[in-house]
């Protein structure tokens, strides 16, 4: 099997994590990555014994490079996606997609214009609570699902986190899109097309950003379910589960992460089980998303999250901030 050649863009923390992933993938060769900080490039070059640049247009000029990886901030990544599918290059980017539906429309038509692969790095459908619960709420053993409760919540940005651009909506996104990408995709993925959202919220503690650092987004499925998503950089205590409650019963998981926390099943009957985390055998998901992008260019097939996945995330995300801020209800599509 002849190896994929993979550029980096971006060098710091998730594209380390990547580019680490992509290296530990058989049939993957990390060929180059590139930072405008030439350390973080030289530093991660030298650890996967790859080449390095400050100027990611020369890492896409390079023949032996099928495919790019895109850690940036979230505000360049439709302008280096678009110029790596114009370069031949088939495209990871990471989430959020982009912080707008123009930036996210270029992205998709520039891969459909060019013929490369294009997926948006939505990880959590790889991991262990995320996957199982969709698993167990597609099976049917317990109806269909009448409603969806995610919570996300902790602190201000704080550590490596507090970087300028994060504080920034129109860089980063904001909170819904720079981190509760992932909680919007798992309740799309989960329940399906929404239809309509209705957000509240506002800002509260973290007083230097231009976005809610709290919101509440009520969202209305397109089957009738309804969902509820609380993200918040306003909690000292912090957590992050949630709940489906479905025809037959309900689906608990109130600790996604950690092995000792179990998803408990429950019906109206009173039977139910509990599944300990850490005995979910999955891959690991950083490799497994990079993995499944490379066998859709090797198979030339459509990778399991595609663009229209990341554009959806980024859609619902504009309309629960539209909402905070008309007190109005907002209909999809925008």
């Given at each position: ?12 923390g ?11 993938v ?58 790596a ?13 982009a ?22 790095g ?57 981190i509760?990408?992932?909680e ?31 919101v ?52 109206f ?23 499944v ?10 990778p ?13 995300a504009l ?13 999809l599509?925008?």
């Open positions: 099997m002849e190896n994929i050649g993979i550029g980096v863009i971006g060098c710091g998730m594209g380390r994590s990547l580019a680490n992933g992509a290296n530990a058989e049939g993957i060769e990390v060929i180059c990555v590139s930072d405008v900080q030439e350390e973080l490039a030289k530093t991660l070059a030298e650890n996967l014994e790859a080449d390095y640049t400050t100027d990611y247009h020369e890492l896409l000029g390079n023949d032996d490079i099928q495919a790019v990886l895109i850690a940036s901030p979230p505000f360049l990544h439709a302008q280096m996606a678009v110029d599918a114009n370069a031949g290059k088939h495209v990871f980017s990471e989430k959020p997609m912080p707008t539906l123009d930036d996210c429309d270029a992205m998709l038509n520039a891969a459909s214009k060019n013929n490369v692969k294009l997926t948006i939505l990880v959590c459908r790889y991991h262990a609570t995320h996957s199982k619960v969709r698993e167990i709420v597609h099976s049917g053993e317990l109806g269909s699902p009448a409603n969806m409760m995610v919570h996300r919540i902790g602190g201000p940005w704080g550590g490596g986190h507090r970087t300028p651009w994060r504080l920034e909506r129109a860089k980063s996104g904001g909170s819904l899109m720079e509760n990408a992932h919007i995709d798992f309740m799309r993925w989960t329940c399906g097309e929404v239809t309509s959202v209705y957000g509240a919220g506002g800002q509260y503690v973290q007083e230097d950003t231009d976005y809610p650092d709290v509440l987004a009520s969202l209305n499925f397109e089957n009738g379910a309804v969902g509820l998503l609380h993200s918040s950089h306003a909690s000292a205590v912090g957590g992050y589960g949630g709940r489906v409650d479905c025809e037959k019963g309900s689906i608990y998981f109130p600790q996604i992460w950690g092995g000792d926390a179990t998803i408990q099943i429950k019906t009957e009173g039977e139910g089980r509990s599944i300990r985390i850490g005995d979910i055998n999955v891959p690991q998901p950083v490799q497994q998303e990079i993995r992008f490379v066998d859709a260019i090797r198979n030339d097939t459509t399991p999250i595609t663009g229209a996945d990341g554009r959806a995330a980024v859609e619902i309309a629960a901030y539209q909402s905070v801020e008309s007190g109005q209800p907002v209909s599509p925008l």
